[in-house]
């Protein structure tokens, strides 16, 4: 079967904006290692290959040359690259790749679109194959990953063009109320997600941060990741003399300002690093010299060694949110044995209290009375993130296409 997923985000730094980027780029990888041919439509770099194969993995790069325009960025100069996308992509895919390879081989095609920049290109498509009658070899997904767009979305179209998808079952529920009853194909996360990090790596953060409790928090800067619940837990840790530091990598957003600035007024003392050589050593040199620091806002990319010591050596990662439709940093943290402390939303995969702490409300006093008690309980702490790592392992990409897309092929 060839497969194809539709998106806006993809692998190139140009590309990367969020999760979309990591499902895509994960999915599409275990899809190549299923043995599916498997091709990726994304806004790519301007800079590089508009048709570049990878391992099996075919790339294609499309909006190039309203990207060379917008260099800041995938979402820069978002309204022209989506309506060049659902109006150019789908006749070259149809003309180009879909009907050669229909006519040559009897093996059905699927196609995942993900979010609402691609709903457009969907309905274009499901047009384009019916007019020269291939629509019944082609399966179509089209998937929620969050609520953005929904507004601008037909959604009586959308069902009739495609199987209507979500990532949780809380997605599955704030789609209800739309007249849309979506199958749930949850996350994944990568097989290298589950590596742990160097044990020196971790062993050096802790020891500089040994007498201190360590939160860290990875997310957009967006209210609903409550970054602000963050800052007032960590003015409260400080009020209770537990000399709190907190870790924080956010994105781009404006609320970024809002959050900084009640830290400041609480009386915490903020600082930014802007500059990592990259990995577990350059993560360590960012962290250096913050005796005196309550809040360090963390300015550079975090890739993926950088991220596993962080996961794993802090005391526990705010990964909690009033909005969350999945939840891949509470997954992630759990892969490598941190204590994810999650919201109580879309994130499917946590028992509270057996391989997570769950976060309800917006009292800090929450997580400071459940981490507390944890933490006086030193085997039960180890139970949790040992619980985690299992849970992860049975959350992977490989096993989500096996249990969750399989089946959906087949049918």
């Known amino acids: 079967m060839q497969l194809h997923i539709l998106s806006f985000e993809g692998p190139d730094t140009y590309s990367q904006a969020g999760g979309i980027a990591s499902r895509v780029t994960g999915l599409s990888q275990a899809l190549v290692d299923f043995g599916y041919q498997t091709h990726l439509w994304f806004v790519g770099d301007p800079n590089l290959p508009g048709h570049e194969v ?5 790339l294609h790069r499309w909006c190039q040359w ?3 325009y917008h260099p800041a960025g995938v979402y820069e100069g978002e309204e022209g690259k989506r309506e060049d996308y659902a109006r150019s992509l789908p006749p070259y895919l149809v003309d180009e ?14 196609i995942i679109a993900e979010e609402w920049h691609t709903v457009d290109a969907v309905l274009h498509l499901d047009w384009l194959l019916r007019r020269k009658g291939l629509r019944r070899r082609v399966q179509i997904f089209w998937n929620a990953n969050n609520t953005f767009g929904f507004d601008r979305i037909d959604w009586k179209r959308l069902s009739r063009a495609a199987v209507v998808t979500a990532v949780s079952r809380y997605m599955r529920y704030k789609m209800w109320g739309l007249g849309v009853d979506p199958l749930v194909i949850p996350n994944g996360i990568p097989d290298d997600a589950l590596l742990l990090p160097e044990r020196a790596a971790v062993y050096a953060f802790r020891s500089v941060f040994r007498d201190r409790t360590v939160l860290g928090k990875v997310a957009r800067w967006d209210p609903d990741k409550r970054w602000l619940l963050a800052v007032e837990t960590v003015a409260e840790l400080r009020k209770q003399g537990k000399k709190p530091l907190l870790i924080a990598r956010g994105g781009v957003e404006a609320h970024q300002t809002e959050v900084l600035s009640t830290a400041i007024r609480a009386g915490l003392r903020v600082i930014e690093r802007s500059h990592s050589n990259g990995g577990a050593e350059g993560l360590l040199r960012s962290l250096s010299g913050l005796d005196k620091v309550d809040v360090v806002s963390l300015r550079f990319p975090l890739d993926s060694a950088a991220r596993r010591v962080l996961f794993r050596g802090c ?11 999945f939840g891949l940093v509470g997954l992630e943290t759990m892969a490598v044995g941190g204590l994810a402390c999650t919201g109580g939303t879309g994130e499917d995969y946590v028992v509270p209290g057996w391989n997570a702490l769950v976060l309800q409300t917006t009292d800090p006093r929450e997580f400071i009375g459940m981490y507390g008690q944890l933490r006086a309980r030193p085997n039960e702490l180890r139970a949790i993130r040992r619980h985690g790592r299992s849970t992860a392992n049975q959350h992977t990409w490989k096993a989500v296409i096996r249990r969750n897309l399989l089946p959906r092929f087949a049918a």
């Open 315 to 325: 005391d526990a990662i705010l990964a909690n949110s009033g909005h969350e439709p």
């Open 97 to 110: 790749v879909l009907a050669p390879y229909l006519e040559a081989h009897p093996e059905p095609v699927c």
């Open 54 to 58: 990878r391992d099996d993995l075919h």
């Open 66 to 68: 309203i990207s060379a």
